[in-house]
């Protein structure tokens, strides 16, 4: 089991953290094209699921998209009521994290950022102590 990488996003589509784990391959592009491709693929996915559902799954809360798998990686993903939107790639083999990433945004986001009078909300977080505590409780996971 392995933990690749996190993107926290803000409703607008700007990366606000990223943090890698084991990742082995490299995008090949700049950072910023990759945060943009990943919020276009969260999008996109989000917009399909919505349009091809069978049931209305959006006017009961924003569950409908949790998690996706490629041959290779499985995506995890969780979106406040807010619109910031969490996601961690992990490989095949690991179990829904959607805990997980509900405890990083309750636990760690809110306490170490939004709780943060240094800290803005709409930028880049620069917190040292955010980002130690993210690193901690990842490596702490059973997936890791």
Partial sequence: MTIYNMYIFDRNGTCLFYQEWQRNKNSGMPQEEEFK?????????????SRMSPVDF?????????SFNTNYYKLHFF???????????TS??????????????????VEYVVKNPL?????AIKS????????????????F
């Fill in 58 to 66: 959006y006017s009961n809360s924003k569950d409908g998209f949790t």
């Fill in 79 to 89: 979106e406040t009521p807010s619109g910031l939107k969490f996601v961690l790639n």
């Fill in 37 to 49: 491709l990943m919020y276009g693929l969260i999008f996109s996915i989000k917009s399909f699921i």
């Fill in 119 to 123: 800290c803005s909300l709409n930028s």
């Fill in 128 to 143: 040292e102590i955010f980002k130690e505590k993210i690193d901690t409780y990842i490596r702490g996971l059973p997936a």
């Fill in 92 to 109: 095949l083999n690991v179990d829904s994290l959607r805990d997980s990433l509900q405890y990083i945004y309750n636990s760690i986001y």
